[in-house]
């Protein structure tokens, strides 16, 4: 991906202004959405139970249950006796069937 440099357009300083602050402003709010993305998943456990891993892959406990770990696959820990998803296993999960 080429870049454009504001300084190859013959635009008017005050134009010129206003294209750096509406940049700015753009990098700004992704810079907060990747922090706040960031925040969320530092705030899951490393092994998840069934509810924690429903929220941390926005969907329901039901679809997470039948459809993602029975249907599809998502590996399950079993940690003492308790069922856990590995948040790294919900990650490359994620990723392998995004659109």
């Known amino acids: 991906m080429s870049v454009l440099q504001i300084n190859e357009i013959d635009l008017s300083p005050k134009l010129q202004e206003v294209v750096k602050k509406l940049a700015a402003e753009e990098g700004r709010k992704q810079a907060e959405a990747s922090i ?10 490393r092994y998840m139970n069934y509810t924690q891993a429903a929220k941390y892959m926005n969907t329901s406990y039901n679809t997470l249950k039948y ?10 820990v079993i940690i003492e006796g308790y069922e856990r998803i590995r948040q790294s296993d ?10």
């Open 36 to 45: 706040e993305a960031l925040k969320e998943k530092l705030s899951m456990p």
């Open 67 to 76: 459809v993602f770990i029975k249907k599809k696959g998502l590996p399950v």
């Open 90 to 99: 919900a990650d490359e999960f994620l990723e392998k069937y995004k659109k």
